[in-house]
């Protein structure tokens, strides 16, 4: 099924330990999105990447990399993880016109990563 | 930054309509959204609006835009338990040669038998 997959969909982590968030499209999306979620502040957005090859930092990208592997493929890392962290995770892509064409419009989310760190 | 901003909870009755409310303040956004997020679930689009229309209606949703205003609203007539969800409404924004997604903080949406 065409979509957005990100692994792993849960992890625990203690402080000070690294990890990479994977997330893969295959929608032929050329901008990537990843947000962290927390109770009560709605979506904050980490980095994007407008299309392969560029990244940029978002609203909160402090503690984190990531990587625009090819133009299906956007992970993000944490290397060196802090109980500030702890969160939910979400990779989404957009529409290369980044409008709705068809069925394929708006923003498709993956179903998320839930990250403890400990 | 651009804000969104809408109210954090509603409770309704079901067979009720439910409002859910949003302003925004980029004047150049294109395209809102509303998004639906099921417990534990991601957020998986309800329907849009392009900013040159004032209203749109799908089934039991009706989203009116008032462009003046920046204000955004959703309802869903007839609401059902399974309704029950937080929705967030979001703008695309341009900035530079990138489309910037801002969504709001999200609305519960808690609906009575």
């Known amino acids: 099924n065409a979509g957005v997959t990100q692994t792993p969909k849960f992890q625990v982590l203690k402080t000070g330990q690294s990890m990479t968030l994977q997330c893969a499209q295959d929608?032929?999306?050329?901008?990537m999105y990843w947000y962290r979620q927390d109770p009560g502040m709605g979506l904050r957005l980490i980095y994007y990447s407008a299309s392969e090859g560029t990244t940029d930092k978002g609203e909160v990208p402090n503690g984190y990399n990531v990587s625009r592997l090819n133009k299906r493929e956007f992970s993000l890392r944490l290397e060196s993880a802090a109980p500030s962290q702890t969160s939910v995770y979400f990779c989404?892509?957009?529409?290369?016109?980044?409008?709705?064409?068809?069925?394929?419009?708006?923003?498709?989310f993956g179903s998320g990563t839930r990250l403890t760190v400990v | 930054g651009e804000d969104v901003e809408q109210s954090l909870f509603l409770s309704v009755r079901e067979g009720d309509s439910s409002v859910i409310n949003c302003t925004y303040t980029d004047s150049s956004s294109t395209y809102l959204y509303w998004y639906k997020q099921e417990p534990g679930a991601g957020l998986q689009l309800l329907t849009y609006i392009f900013s040159n229309m004032d209203m749109k209606q799908d089934q039991r949703l009706t989203v009116l835009l008032n462009k003046k205003d920046k204000h955004l609203s959703l309802r869903i007539a007839d609401t059902q338990t399974g309704d029950s969800a937080i929705y967030f409404c979001?703008?695309?924004?341009?900035?530079?040669?990138?489309?910037?997604?801002?969504f709001g903080r999200g609305t519960s949406l808690i609906v009575h038998p």
């Open positions: 929608m032929n999306h050329n901008s």
């Open positions: 989404a892509s957009i529409h290369p016109r980044g409008r709705p064409v068809g069925d394929n419009y708006g923003y498709t």
């Open positions: 979001a703008e695309k924004a341009r900035s530079g040669g990138s489309y910037i997604p801002t």
